[in-house]
């Protein structure tokens, strides 16, 4: 049943307990309240760590820029990756920091203003922290689904079938 409850909440977080508590398969009669005490012990437990809106920044008057940024670190002795990673993800612009295997250690989601902000923020917070040895930044430039969300952009796309 939690699995469920978290497949549908992963979809849409606004869903009512009534509808979640329709949708679950293979537990006849399951009331909301019932669904309601999952999804408090799932929060207890930080299974389920927020909700979050995801929101298409292009249509607003708001100007966003997102940043994926590679970062080389040393590791320290008996914390690992676990304090630098801490330290970044303390910063208001960070959105995200993720543990990566391959050519670098970590991968840090920015968001700013502009590339300026972004670039501040490389240089001056990010490259002076003594563990961090490397950075390479990448800047999105349009973004067609986050969260499994096909992101529109306001364009209508032509659907019709090509006839030959």
């Known amino acids: ?9 992963a979809k849409n977080s606004k869903m009512t307990l009534e509808e979640i ?5 293979g537990i006849e009669g399951i009331t909301p309240e019932e ?8 929060e207890d437990s930080r299974v389920i760590c927020g909700y979050n809106t995801l929101i298409n920044w292009d249509n607003t008057d708001r ?6 940024i590679e970062v080389k670190v040393t590791p320290q002795r008996g914390d690992g990756y676990d304090k630098i990673a801490e330290r970044i993800y303390r910063f208001d ?6 543990l990566m295997s391959g050519g670098f250690d970590l991968t840090v989601i ?3 203003k502009s ?7 490389v240089s001056d917070k990010l490259a002076t922290i003594d563990q961090v040895i490397g950075t390479s930044t990448h800047f ?6 986050d969260h499994n969300i096909v992101i529109e952009r306001g364009t209508k796309v032509d659907r019709r079938m090509m006839l030959s």
């Open 1 to 9: 049943m939690r699995g469920q409850i978290l497949q549908l909440l």
């Open 21 to 25: 508590a329709e949708k679950i398969e």
């Open 35 to 42: 669904v309601a005490k999952e999804i408090k012990y799932m």
């Open 63 to 68: 100007e966003l820029v997102t940043a994926l």
């Open 93 to 98: 612009e960070v959105k995200a920091v993720y």
């Open 110 to 112: 920015l968001e700013g």
């Open 115 to 121: 590339l300026k902000e972004i670039a501040f923020f």
């Open 140 to 145: 999105v430039l349009k973004n067609y689904k």
